[in-house]
């Protein structure tokens, strides 16, 4: 399962609304191979379910992942920053062994 702080929940429900997104859309959250640590992330907007995904649900937040990520990603806590260091989405993973000075990939 994936959770979300209450920071992202309202960038995410701040997109949503930028966006005119209906209410069948969903956060897509997603591990791809690349980065300099060997895996990242993604995170989109979706309406369309695919086989094989797992749904979860944080803060009335509904979340998605395909079943590889999933496996990165059990116990991750999405959150927002909008510090002085930069803005974004930011992924607290505790299966990551190493992550990036970016925080954009990661290797387990």
């Avoid at 609304?17 to 959250?29: A, H, L, T």
């Avoid at 060997?38 to 094989?52: C, I, M, P, R, V």
Wanted: proline fraction near 1%; charge should be negative; glycine fraction near 10%.
């Amino acid at each position: 399962m994936v959770t979300i702080t209450d920071k992202a929940k309202e960038r995410i429900l701040q997109i949503i609304k930028d966006e005119q997104y209906d209410e069948n859309y969903f956060v897509r959250v997603a591990v791809t191979s690349g980065g300099c640590s060997g895996l990242s992330y993604q995170l989109n907007f979706d309406n369309e379910e695919k086989k094989g995904d797992q749904f979860c649900e944080d803060k009335g937040i509904k979340i998605c992942l395909d079943i590889k990520s999933y496996l990165y990603l059990a116990g991750t806590e999405l959150d927002y920053s909008d510090g002085l260091t930069g803005k974004g989405f930011e992924f607290n993973n505790p299966n990551a062994s190493r992550t990036c000075a970016c925080g954009e990939s990661f290797s387990v």
